[in-house]
């Protein structure tokens, strides 16, 4: 079996170049989206310290291949072949449905997750927590109140997935934008 180091290093490199080859960068930087996936996959390692009966191998490789669906050119198939049937259907939970109306695509997703294994929900809680950085500076007072009432549906729909990620998710929602 690998260890957690290997896994680590050969799912980043993955899914860092997906997002490379986009350009992508963190909204509102110029900092490339790897910094985004790492952040996730700390949080993640953390949490794994913190909790029992966690698969950290899993939840670190979800962590790193969580946007990759929804924002690269990789298929479904591909991840699966790479990296097996479990964290493929996991990246396809956290993945937004986009042929549904925008407002819909959270719920559908949050559904989806609820059916997985808790390391999923654990990745989704953990991408938000990252996300509550400072707001971009173009964002209006609007859509970080949206943000951060979407943040509280997120913990609402996933608790009992993750107590060490849920408490630092409520803490995070208290003093985002402050």
């Known amino acids: 079996m690998n260890n957690i180091q290997e896994i680590y290093q050969n799912t980043i490199k993955f899914a860092a170049q997906l997002h490379a080859d986009k350009n992508q960068t963190i909204p509102g930087t110029n900092l490339p989206y790897v910094v985004h996936l790492s952040n996730v996959a700390m949080e993640i390692l953390i949490a794994s310290e913190k909790s029992e009966n966690f698969d950290t191998e899993f ?79 173009f964002w209006k007072a609007e859509k970080i109140q949206k943000y951060k009432e979407e943040a509280q549906i997120i913990l609402n729909e996933l608790r009992g997935g993750n107590e060490y990620l849920e408490n630092r998710l409520k803490e995070k929602i208290e003093t985002y934008n402050q």
């Open 59 to 137: 939840a670190v490789q979800l962590a790193l291949l969580h946007d990759t669906l929804e924002d690269t050119v990789v298929t479904f198939e591909q991840i699966e072949n790479e990296f097996g049937k479990k964290v493929a259907q996991g990246v396809l939970a956290l993945t937004k449905n986009s042929d549904l109306e925008k407002s819909e695509q959270m719920m559908d997703s949050l559904r989806r997750i609820q059916q997985q294994p808790k390391e999923v929900w654990a990745v989704k809680l953990a991408d938000r927590i990252t996300n509550l950085q400072r707001p971009p500076h």
